[in-house]
């Protein structure tokens, strides 16, 4: 599974240079995709349910599939972190010749316009240590590379705040050049409770009203399933909703690439296999006319997908299923749930009333020469965003 000539070894080093008692030592290496088999996909799977920070986009059965779809292996380098032989950190790399429309070289972690969180797969405990890891490989083999781009790292847990010591600590130049706030679902509210605290007396009774026209217009329900019954059936109907609606007219629904189709389906199975796919739809004459889709990655959620039936956009489908997706706030496993949208999103916002801030994250790297031009970058980005605001 690990390309061994590619292993560097750094034991924890004490007082005097000697190795730290009860400290495992831990190599930086990286995965060859084509190489997972059962028993490395069980230890990705162990790491991922040992972080405090989730992301499922990383995991194996979505990032694998994701990485042959836009652009094949070439396109990111698993890195791995090992301690002690075990998996304690995972993250993808990609080395990219061009930043937001300027010729800058420089390391990221490898995304895709689907992926909406960037944060590494970290072992609780080993934050900084893998951040020291990272940063000492991208200053010994840099490429061409002038600095290292973190995207869509979340702003509020210890991953973003292990960086910040780190790069401190060795005196890097760093800086946060943009960040945004999206919808989050965070309460101790019951569903009810918190959505009546969302949506004053009027909005609510408007919801009904269109809610009982909905009906005049045939039998509607709502269905909830969490495991792997009728999928197949389920993705056909999700990609042509979606590509009935906007997204479709422009060009961006997931059904107009074949590469976004397939990779959209064989996540959607792989959560699933996994038992951490929840799905939701509004139906009405049991033709499903708002559908969505959650994945379940304790302690926290991911409200991945959902599309509506724009003809029915008078009566408020996408509303009346996040109503029902309020439900998340009664599951024992879920603290809170991301909602994966865009700052300041029409609807979602209408009803999420929490934050999550997500942020993108230059860390300078290599030698004296390079760190130079960073410098250089870092004020004439950080002067730009200082000038739009």
């Known amino acids: 599974m690990v390309s061994a000539s590619l292993e560097r070894q750094h034991p924890p080093v004490g007082r005097a240079g000697t ?16 190489d997972l088999n059962a028993a490395s996909a069980t230890e990705w799977e162990d790491l991922a349910g040992d972080t405090d920070e989730p992301n499922p986009f990383y995991e194996h059965w979505s990032l694998l599939p994701a990485l042959e779809a836009f652009g094949g292996h070439s396109a990111g380098t ?26 800058l070289p420089h390391l990221a972690n490898w995304s895709h316009d ?13 934050e900084e240590r893998f951040w020291r890891e990272l940063l000492d490989h991208a200053d010994a083999a840099p490429g061409g590379a002038l600095f290292l781009h973190l995207d869509r790292m979340a702003e509020d847990g210890p991953l973003f705040a292990a960086l910040a010591r780190v790069a401190d600590d060795q005196g890097r130049e760093w800086a946060v050049v943009q960040r945004e706030e999206r919808a989050l679902l965070q309460s101790d509210l019951s569903p009810q409770a918190y959505f009546e605290s969302s949506l004053n007396g009027k909005k609510r009774k408007e919801l009904r009203r269109q809610q009982k ?28 909703l979606e590509k009935a609606g906007w997204k479709g007219r422009n060009g961006s629904a997931l059904a107009d690439n074949p590469r976004t189709r397939d990779w959209f389906a064989q996540t959607m199975r792989g959560v699933a296999a996994h038992g951490r796919l929840e799905r939701l739809g509004l139906t009405l004459e049991g033709k499903p006319i708002a559908m969505l889709a959650n994945f379940i990655a304790p302690p926290g959620a991911f409200s991945f997908k959902t599309a509506y039936d724009e003809r029915y956009a008078r009566y408020s489908p ?25 700052a300041d999103h029409p609807m979602i916002e209408r009803i999420w009333r929490e934050k999550r801030a997500m942020l993108r994250v230059n860390v300078a790297i290599g030698g004296k020469l390079r760190r130079t031009i960073f410098r250089q970058v870092l004020r004439a980005e950080v002067a730009r965003q200082s000038r739009s605001i």
């Open 19 to 34: 190795r730290a008692p009860d400290m495992p030592s831990t190599a930086l290496s990286a995965i060859d995709p084509g």
């Open 114 to 126: 689907n992926l909406f969180v960037g944060n590494p797969l970290v072992r609780r405990g080993y």
């Open 78 to 103: 698993i890195m791995a972190m090992r301690c002690d032989g075990r998996l304690c950190g995972l993250i993808p790399l990609a080395r990219t010749a061009g930043y937001y429309g300027y010729p």
């Open 318 to 342: 996408g509303v009346l299923l996040q109503r029902e997706n309020l439900d998340l706030l009664t599951r024992d496993d879920v603290a809170w749930c991301d909602s994966c949208a865009a």
């Open 213 to 240: 026209r909905l009906a005049d217009e045939g039998a509607i329900g709502f269905q909830r399933s969490d495991d792997e019954t009728g999928l197949d059936q389920w993705i056909e109907e999700f990609l042509a």
